[in-house]
């Protein structure tokens, strides 16, 4: 019976698990690959300017490939990454190429660490920056505002030429005053039509058509004229209804009217 | 809000501090601080009369004042000073239509009463448009015409006079000029002119 | 409504009379008064800056302090006394990592792309990020810069310098060291054909 072997074994993977899980489960936790490697190079317990970066390649690869063997799905950065740091790993461990053109392994490297400095030290910078004294919580700012009244006045201008421009627009409105008829000295065909329906059933006898004006229509000129010319369009109207009859002996010369007697 | 700083397990700060204390506290604060809340605040045994005394010694003749609101404190900008306060814009806005007719026609027709201004116009001429040009520094009051009722009159003023480079209102150039300048020309908005009975209705809407 | 104090044209004050109209100015304001918009306020001729140097004397180890916010000034509570003082402000949202370095970078290496940031912190930085930086009112966008993409800067405000109490971006703290060990360089990673000469520092602000 090997069970005890196989419970060893378990065991044994288990306690694998979890020394990987220490660092694995919490990949989701890093910022990317180079907040990886700034977390890995605190285990190497060295001033961050002395660390290894050949050391530190090699513990990335070993964390990534436990991170392959626990089927742990890494992003697609981390994998650049660790093929890159393979890369570096090989020109640091190699001769340099003489007639290479390629940069050497150790600039290579020299610039990680760089890269690895500069994230450190914009970290502590930020914490620096949240530790100080903050306006709302450590210091604060004036409680009882006096708000700045603000008084807007306004200049008002106009120039010469406005204030011409006005009188003229002012003087000459009278001249572009749309045309209207002034209706007092007009007499409208049907206001002398009206009349001359009343009037003409008294009329047995030929009479001056000028008789039949209003009263008020014989003396200014203007009205007279509209009584006039409205007191013999109605004329001509009932005589085309048969009422009246019109005679004019010659032109220019009286115009008479009459009751037209029905037969 | 429920911040508790535990002040009684200190001793009570010397006069000094304890006015620092309070002038922070009563600088932050947005409404005046009562004496109980102060006192609250502040380390146990703190000498607040005297440290608020000595603070509002400290800001006499200063550009804010320590002040007593009740029995609470708060500071406050020195009374001379609320001038500092205070924004003053200003903008140049071209004067309106009712404005600049009214004004051309005291200017034409000078000393000219309301009543004038109104048949020239042909429209009422609303008190603030008048009380604007008088504001202005541009119309103010003739003599009284002899007419019945003896109405006051507009003239217009020397500042009228310089604002607009005339050395006399006779200066100003007649409506044969006017004329010949092409300012008659212009066709008046289709507003203007019409029927004279509307021009109450025409004041209220296109005046000032 | 029209009450106008025409500093102009009074004599410029005596110093002591500034410094009561500089303190009384900003005390009224919860937000920095930029030197400019003092002036403005102030009569003609008066020594602003002799007078915000009195002020600031004046109020040395005070419970207040005169603080300058880049251009402009503003009274603070001391930072000791924090504890009397009630938290009006609760801090809304406590910012995330991410956007406390990106604030970081962007204060120690402006003006700053979203790609040098991106180099820096070794992963891309999400819009929200940004725009939450840019919504509390700590950085906004600087120049662009005159390489090819013409890029968008990102540069920290007077509102960052204000909260964090500097009066420039130059007391950033450990700013002098950082730059000192070469830290707030642009290196550019070693490419074939060996160094490019471009290690040129962007220390366009923190130059003079």
């Known amino acids: 019976m090997d069970g005890g072997r196989d419970i060893e074994a378990a065991r044994a993977t288990v306690e694998e698990r979890r020394n990987a899980e220490a660092l694995i489960v919490d990949v989701e936790g890093f910022e990317g690959p180079l907040d990886l490697l700034l977390v890995l190079s605190r285990s190497q317990k060295v001033d961050l300017r002395q660390v290894s970066i050949l050391a530190l390649a090699e513990q990335y690869l070993v964390f990534v490939e436990r991170a392959r063997l626990l089927r742990i799905e890494l992003a697609a950065d981390y994998l650049v990454m660790a093929a890159w740091l393979a890369f570096l790993k090989s020109r640091l461990l190699l001769p340099p190429d003489p007639k290479g053109d390629e940069p050497s392994g150790e600039d290579l490297a020299a610039h990680l660490a760089f890269q690895l400095e500069r994230l450190q030290a914009m970290r502590e910078a930020a914490t620096a920056l949240m530790a100080r004294p903050r306006l709302g919580r450590d210091v604060f700012a004036r409680g009882a505002i006096e708000a700045v009244t603000v008084h807007r006045s306004a200049v008002h201008h106009a120039s010469l030429f406005d204030l011409m421009q006005a009188y003229a627009r002012v003087k000459t409105r009278d001249e572009f005053r749309p045309f209207v008829m002034d209706r007092r000295d007009l007499m409208t065909m049907e206001q002398a039509l009206d009349r001359l329906r009343s009037l003409v059933g008294d009329a047995a006898d030929w009479a001056d058509i000028l008789a039949y004006l209003p009263e008020d229509w014989h003396v200014a000129p203007k009205r007279r004229r509209s009584a006039t010319a409205a007191t013999f369009a109605a004329s001509l109207e009932l005589a085309k209804e048969g009422r009246i009859e019109i005679r004019q002996n010659e032109s220019f010369s009286r115009i008479e009217i009459r009751r037209k007697d029905r037969a | 809000m429920t911040q508790s700083p535990e002040p009684a397990q200190f001793d009570a700060p010397p006069r000094a501090e304890a006015a620092r204390m309070i002038e922070a506290m009563l600088f932050a604060s947005a409404e005046p601080l009562g004496t109980a809340e102060m006192a609250r605040r502040l380390p146990e045994g703190t000498d607040l009369v005297g440290a608020i005394e000595d603070l509002r010694a400290q800001y006499q003749g200063r550009g804010i004042e320590l002040c007593r609101v009740g029995d609470a404190w708060a500071f406050r900008t020195a009374p001379d000073l609320g001038h500092l306060l205070e924004r003053h814009t200003i903008e140049t806005r071209k004067l309106s239509r009712a404005a600049t007719e009214t004004l051309a026609i005291i200017a034409y027709h000078q000393p000219c009463t309301r009543a004038e201004i109104e048949e020239i116009r ?87």
């Open chain 2, 122 to 208: 042909g429209v009422s001429v609303s008190r603030g448009t008048i009380d604007q040009l008088v504001e202005m520094g541009w119309v103010r009051l003739g003599r009284r015409k002899m007419t019945p009722g003896r109405p006051v009159t507009f003239v217009v003023t020397e500042a009228f006079l310089d604002h607009f480079g005339l050395s006399s209102a006779r200066d100003l150039p007649g409506l044969r000029e006017l004329r010949a300048a092409g300012l008659l020309e212009n066709r008046p908005p289709p507003q203007a002119g019409g029927q004279e009975d509307e021009g109450e209705a025409q004041d209220s809407l296109f005046g000032d």
